[in-house]
């Protein structure tokens, strides 16, 4: 049987979906920074309505995602489920660069977002089903860091073209649609498609909860919980301008975020894989307390730079790892599915989350915001490790 050529030491489909995500990323994150100020400062948009923007966009899309892991799985395809998404994302800038009102703006980032349901459960997948199971946190770790390292380049572009075309946001979101163009090509060329014996009607897996034990149905709920305090970005950024940094530097400031989170999700995953994927989760819901505590707290511009640094570490530890982790307790033959049901479930929440989020800042204070995201990340942390009691336990009495 002829050996996989490998990439970097990583299988065809792994390596190409992180080159994928990195110029997907990219093209995201050219424009990502811009979209609050752009909102407040052009549109004359409030906080509350940059929540329910954000708030929608993330989580009506985000329905989509158990729907295309649901039937990702049953017909056997992951790949042109992947090309779909990827190319509805591209195409959602054109409608960024036309906006003259709040809603052109909603319906570029519904239609981003709702790329990002088509695509995501079936990548997942992809990932997953090439990889061994102990090298899984290796595996969405370099994705996550490709996806991140993306995230630096879109924001470094960013500065760069802001100063060449004197702060024209409309050219900017014109201009990054070049590489999602790139992606979208990439996958095409390089993705390729595992293929699958043919399964009998009664064997194509149905939409149901029961296919999942309670293991999952745990941290499924504890994500959504988290989810409720982790309100859009979009807050982050407009609190770095209120507590002092200039808006020319706002793309610098989440380049940073995204240079520690790139350069930290791949360590992290090797850790998780050798000292445990669930102390790393936790370390990462503890963390994120303490830097929305810091973010409330704030009162210079310094600050701001040490905790978006936080913030991107805090991202390293969990993002691509609570994938690795949900992939060590789900059925072989329901990844996508599982995957779907997680981003479907967790994405939703920041529906009510930044709701939540822009209703305290414009009727409490900004600081409420923040204080509410460290509450309910310290409340799930302790859930979480009493579902870590509960799982080492049930494996106690599984191998006596």
């Not at 050996?3 to 390596?15: A, D, H, L």
């Not at 995500?21 to 979209?35: A, G, N, R």
């Not at 988290?226 to 530097?249: C, H, K, W, Y």
């Not at 923040?370 to 509450?375: D, E, N, R, V």
Request: net charge positive.
């Amino acid at each position: 049987m002829k050996k996989e050529k490998t990439f970097f030491g990583f299988g065809k489909n792994v390596f190409f979906s992180g080159l994928v995500s990195f110029f997907m990323d990219v093209s995201s994150e050219m424009i990502y920074p811009l979209i609050p100020l752009f909102l407040a400062n052009v549109l004359g948009v409030n906080m509350s309505m940059i929540g329910l923007i954000e708030g929608t966009a993330e989580s009506t899309a985000s329905l989509l995602k158990v729907f295309s892991g649901w039937f990702s799985d049953r017909i056997g395809q992951r790949k042109n489920l992947m090309l779909a998404g990827y190319a509805i994302s591209t195409l959602s800038r054109p409608i960024m660069a036309t906006a003259a009102v709040w809603q052109q703006v909603l319906g570029s980032r519904f239609t981003d977002r709702l790329g990002k349901g088509i695509r995501t459960a079936p990548r997942d997948a992809i990932i997953a089903e090439a990889t061994q199971a102990t090298h899984l946190g290796r595996a969405f770790s370099f994705h996550r860091a490709m996806d991140t390292m993306g995230a630096v380049a879109g924001p470094a572009m960013t500065i760069f073209l802001l100063g060449i075309f004197n702060n024209d946001y409309r050219l900017l979101f014109w201009l990054s649609m070049v590489p999602g163009v790139i992606a979208v090509i990439l996958i095409i060329l390089f993705i390729q498609e595992k293929k699958k014996q043919p399964t009998s009607q009664t064997a194509l897996p149905r939409l149901s909860f029961s296919h999942f034990d309670w293991r999952m149905k745990c941290f499924i709920a504890i994500a959504t919980l988290f989810a409720l305090g982790n309100s859009s970005d979009a807050f982050l950024i407009l609190r770095a301008e209120q507590v002092g940094i200039p808006t020319v530097m706002i793309p610098a400031v989440y380049l940073a975020f995204n240079l520690v989170y790139s350069l930290t999700s791949f360590p992290a995953g090797m850790a998780a894989d050798r000292f445990g994927k669930k102390r790393i989760i936790l370390l990462g819901f503890v963390l994120f307390a303490g830097l929305y505590y810091g973010f409330a707290v704030a009162k210079n511009s310094a600050a701001i730079w040490v905790l978006f640094s936080l913030y991107g570490l805090f991202m390293g530890l969990t993002e691509g790892i609570q994938k690795a982790f949900l992939a060590t307790i789900i059925p072989p033959d329901f990844k996508a599915t599982a995957f779907g049901v997680y981003a479907a479930i967790v994405g939703l929440a920041m529906f009510p989350a930044s709701l939540i989020g822009g209703w305290l800042w414009d009727h409490v204070s900004p600081a409420a915001t923040f204080y509410f995201g460290a509450a309910t990340a310290a409340v799930s942390a302790l859930l979480f490790l009493a579902l870590i009691a509960a799982i080492n336990h049930s494996e106690r009495l599984t191998t006596a």
